[in-house]
Nanobody
């Protein structure tokens, strides 16, 4: 089964940027989603962004974003290296939290949060105001 390892978290000042990376080890599927989620103390986990990969349909590369991420965050994937990135710009204190990489194989509906079954250990992002 696929294993996921995140990196790139840290402490950044408000207005700054971070780029998170997630290395996926192992085969996932001919159709799959890779996503970034986050969770802050006292809050539910929420999907930040996701990207769909497919070798069997024409939706390959489609991306999905939470409303709070649109215009500030960008998800991308290097398929050759099996790495998913999350570029985060214009960070604010509300973005503080643990960020998790996740994978969803053969999603019925790409890329709903409920489809994600494999998770990394997470990387902490702290934004100071």
């Amino acid at each position: 089964q696929v294993q996921l390892a995140e990196s790139g978290g840290g402490l950044v000042q408000a207005g700054g940027s971070l780029r998170l990376s997630c290395v996926a080890s192992g085969y996932i599927s001919s159709r799959y989603c890779m996503g970034w989620f986050r969770q802050s103390p006292g809050k539910e986990r929420e999907r930040v962004a996701a990207i769909y990969s497919s070798s069997v349909d024409n939706a390959d590369g489609r991306t999905y974003y939470g409303d709070f991420a649109k215009g500030r965050f960008t998800i991308s994937m290097d398929k050759a290296k099996n790495i998913v990135y999350l570029q985060m710009n214009s960070l604010n204190s509300e973005d503080t939290g643990m960020y998790y990489c996740a994978a969803a194989a053969d999603p019925r509906v790409p890329c709903l949060a409920s489809e994600f079954a494999r998770w990394g250990q997470g990387t902490q992002v702290t934004v100071s105001s």
